[in-house]
């Protein structure tokens, strides 16, 4: 694993949508071949988010061919 330090929660946050949109862009998704994204909940993601949607309205990422699922936390949880 490795750790990256930011100044803040605005700098981390354009750091990670950042990696995000250049691993996206890089895998270059298909029909075919989609690049699949693992979606955590909670507040902590939500500056990530704002960037994501930035790149995309600015024009610089697309999730065409982006499927997204949410990691909600189910620890502990009894089975019903």
């Known amino acids: 694993m490795r750790l990256v330090i930011r100044k803040d929660f605005e700098a981390v946050s354009y750091h ?3 990696y995000v949109k250049e691993r996206i862009k890089e895998f270059a998704p298909t029909v075919s071949k989609p690049f699949v994204l693992g979606l955590p909940t ?3 993601p939500i500056g ?13 990422l697309s999730f065409k061919n982006v499927i997204t ?7 502990g949880l009894p089975r019903y």
């Open 42 to 44: 909670g507040s902590s």
């Open 69 to 75: 699922f949410n990691m909600d936390e189910y620890v």
């Open 16 to 18: 990670v949508a950042k």
């Open 48 to 60: 990530v988010y704002r960037n994501l949607v930035k790149f995309h309205q600015a024009g610089e």
